[in-house]
């Protein structure tokens, strides 16, 4: 039977979680490429890099291809629910709920815009990288697009915080149960500073990889100061008051943080050595990337102990699919990007493990995106809005 359209099976901005998905699902096929293909003398593969490791074998052909064909699908989805998203976040600001949306807490969801558009670059850059040949030779035209296209997003994504918080300034809202979801405005703007820190790490123009440089640093620091914040208010309260089931998987939203801004902080330490000449060496960018995964692990373990009392998961994939159910894809893919660049960048350099060796790790990660690609399009077919 079919639903009647309610306010519980419309479209809400936290929908555009779905799109942010399929970006960061994207994100995560091209990571094989990045660390399992040779690319010599650059610092990401290309056209060009992978046409050669698909010639190298029988083996590389149908791996290079097969994961070509899952970024080229993934990123067509991408692109489609952007569109979707976009028409429906139109539609709901001229309905009658946006003002009681607005003026509360959940207002802070109408970050999703920016954070999305920014995810939509990310995935137009890899797009590019993969299916477009001698793109990585016009790279020095192409970062100050970049650059001037996440300055955008990042004024709009500045505007609509500082809208929110005066809206909400001196006027009482109950967020009692709604876990972290204020940290929302953090994600958005570590998706922004891991943009601008692209440009900062590939770029041989100090410039460009200056403005990248100084960008990444300001919106790093507004995400880490919003999402500390947070967290040091929001914690008494959801050990008074407890976390609603539907609101669960905001526990796990510094994952995705921590990843974002985990890479944007490895790109910068190489972006200083490689465009300034300071050392870095091996050890710096490992102890980065292990305290990162390090707050990963203890934001899992704080959602899994409240999950385990209010049924958050089984509320949120089984019993009321919705959503917010969205919330729960991010961190696998979260834990799954940072996890091979801790194997590649942490572990390999410290010789904690080897070529034969890693294979344990990247198998469990191998195991957690499968799952994580599962878990997506069963929400794709169960907790998306009434057309």
């Excluded at 149960?177 to 204020?182: F, K, Q, R, Y």
């Amino acid at each position: 039977m079919k639903r009647t359209k309610t306010a519980e099976t419309a479209f809400v901005p936290l929908h555009g979680l779905a799109t942010l998905g399929a970006g960061g699902l994207t994100v995560s096929l091209f990571i094989w490429l990045l660390f399992m293909t040779a690319h010599p003398g650059q610092p990401v593969p290309t056209f060009e890099s992978l046409q050669a490791h698909a010639l190298s074998s029988d083996v590389g052909w149908f791996v290079v291809r097969a994961l070509q064909a899952g970024i080229g699908m993934m990123a067509l989805l991408h692109i489609w629910l952007v569109v979707w998203m976009l028409k429906g976040l139109a539609a709901f600001k001229r309905s009658p709920r946006f003002t009681a949306f607005w003026q509360s807490h959940m207002g802070l969801q109408w970050m999703v815009r920016p954070l999305v558009l920014a995810m939509l670059v990310n995935v137009l850059f890899i797009v590019g990288l993969v299916f477009v040949p001698g793109l990585w030779n016009l790279r020095e035209m192409l970062f100050p697009g970049a650059l001037l296209a996440f300055f955008l997003i990042a004024v709009d994504a500045v505007l609509l915080w500082m809208d929110h918080l005066s809206e909400l300034y001196q006027v009482q809202t109950d967020n009692a149960g709604s876990g972290l979801a204020g940290m929302f405005p953090a994600f958005t703007f570590a998706m922004l500073s891991v943009g601008f820190s692209a440009s900062a790490a590939m770029s041989h123009h100090k410039v460009t990889a200056g403005i990248g440089f100084t960008g990444a640093v300001i919106l790093m620091v507004f995400a880490l100061f919003i999402a500390s914040a947070h967290f040091v208010v929001q914690f008494p309260q959801m050990m008074r008051d407890g976390v609603k089931p539907a609101a669960s998987g905001t526990l796990w939203m510094a994952i995705p943080i921590s990843t974002i801004l985990g890479i944007a902080s490895f790109r910068l330490l190489m972006s200083a050595q490689h465009v300034w000449g300071a050392p870095v060496g091996d050890v710096l960018p490992a102890a980065v990337l292990l305290i990162f995964l390090s707050v990963q692990v203890f934001f899992y373990l704080l959602g899994r102990a409240v999950m385990n009392r209010n049924h958050g998961w089984h509320y949120l994939v089984t019993e009321q699919p919705q959503a917010a159910s969205f919330s729960l894809i991010c961190p696998g893919v979260g834990l799954f990007v940072l996890g091979m660049f801790v194997v590649f960048r942490a572990l390999q350099p410290l010789e904690v493990v080897d070529t034969t060796t890693m294979w344990l790790p990247l198998i469990v990660l191998l195991v957690l995106q499968i799952a994580t690609f599962g878990l997506f399009f069963r929400l794709l077919r169960r907790a998306m809005p009434n057309a």
